[in-house]
């Protein structure tokens, strides 16, 4: 019950909370107690009055030499984190694995923890992280970029303004997130993977850019957190890798590994096929696209937003006491 409360209060804290609610619409009983010190029952009454969702957001398929790239994410009701975290711990104790990573387990890395362990227990392992996430979770997004097509149809100032096929995938995502967040009103946390600057940058510019059409939606609600130590981004590992699977077999033909087609069958199935949605635009679609955004206001709104981060973030000179300016890299 302690680590139930302490995952709790970190999701729906007081201070999280009232900076996205209007206060003057609180009974003033409830806005007693979240302005109180008593932790649990502000926790009780906010975990019961209001439906906050986590999304864990990670990619598959970035690499250079690969051609298709999937930007994922699973949703999980917040005041379901300290099951869901609890049940996954005990599993890794279980299987005697400090932390649960695809491509590592399925490869039998020789210099991992999975070294030496049979199919069948890599596919018992798998299954068992589907039960956990179908247990826990309610939803997930995925989208599927083509990398050629990309290159091919969106003319090369129009592919800077979008960001890296990555980017453009998680903008995809984010747009799904937002749909189904505010067709319920409820608030959003957005958990990304530790990535490298530049993409962390792309990031962070992207949800930047979008809290600007949707005030406090995005901005502050999000963080970049270790995948070794956060259950939600090592469950939504497996999705990611199995959604790029599929999307290899789709587009290039590629063979699918029985244990990748078996969990794209469960992921696609689950919930009589409600719990993932997974898109991809062929070239008509990418086309379409581009014909209709090319140059448009927000095209151009993009590229001034983009010239504005760029100018943002270059290096300002600064000045010695008498006045004299040293270079900015000096001063680094």
Request: net charge positive.
């Amino acid at each position: 019950m302690h680590n139930d409360l302490a995952i709790l209060a970190y999701y729906v804290s007081r201070d999280r909370v009232l900076s996205l609610l209007n206060p003057n619409t609180l009974p003033r009983s409830v806005l007693a107690c979240l302005q109180g010190k008593d932790v649990s029952m502000s926790s009780a009454i906010l975990s019961n009055s209001l439906a906050m969702f986590t999304i864990y957001i990670d990619d598959s398929g970035s690499a250079p030499e690969h051609k298709v790239v999937v930007a994922s994410g699973i949703l999980f009701p917040a005041k379901q984190l300290g099951r869901f975290e609890r049940e996954w711990n005990g599993f890794l104790v279980k299987e005697s694995i400090p932390d649960f990573h695809t491509s590592e387990c399925l490869a039998r890395n020789p210099h991992s923890v999975f070294a030496g362990w049979d199919e069948a227990r890599v596919d018992r392992v798998f299954e068992r992280v589907r039960q956990i996430t179908f247990k826990f979770s309610i939803k997930s997004f995925c989208i599927a970029i083509y990398k050629p097509l990309y290159d091919e149809v969106m003319p090369p100032d129009m592919r800077e303004r979008a960001g890296s096929y990555y980017t453009w995938a998680l903008s995809s995502v984010l747009g799904l997130a937002y749909d189904w967040a505010t067709k319920r009103s409820v608030p959003m946390e957005y958990v990304f993977d530790l990535a490298e600057k530049k993409v962390k940058r792309e990031i962070e510019d992207a949800m930047q850019y979008s809290d600007g059409f949707y005030p406090g939606h995005f901005l502050g609600h999000y963080s970049f957190r270790e995948r070794k130590k956060v259950p939600g981004l090592q469950a939504t590992d497996l999705f990611a890798w199995t959604c790029f699977q599929a999307g290899r077999r789709a587009r290039q033909n590629h063979p699918i590994h029985p244990i990748a087609q078996k969990s794209w069958e469960a992921y696609r199935d689950a919930n009589e096929g409600e719990w993932c949605t997974v898109q991809s635009l062929n070239r008509q679609g990418i086309e379409r696209w581009v014909k209709e955004t090319y140059l448009s206001p927000r095209d151009l709104d993009i590229k001034k937003f983009k010239e504005q981060v760029k100018e943002s973030r270059k290096l300002k000179p600064k000045k010695k006491r008498g006045g004299a300016a040293i270079s900015a890299r000096k001063a680094i």
